[in-house]
């Protein structure tokens, strides 16, 4: 993760591996967004990650 860069908003996240000038850039959504926090960063188990965010599991797969 790269801190602020300069006329973004948040954090920039990229690969450990490979050239960064040659990515590209990517937009989600709230809900893709919190489905990777809840996920990957609390580490909360997918069926109860769907059950927070109210959608059900398939959804949230």
Do not use: C
Not at 25 to 50: G, H
């Amino acid at each position: 993760m790269l801190p602020n860069t300069p006329g973004t908003k948040g954090a920039v996240f990229y690969p450990r591996w490979g050239d960064i000038t040659q990515l590209k850039s990517l937009q989600i959504t709230v809900e893709e967004f919190e489905a990777l926090r809840l996920r990957d960063y609390q580490e909360i188990q997918q069926k109860k990650a769907a059950e927070i965010m109210d959608i059900s599991q398939l959804t949230f797969h």
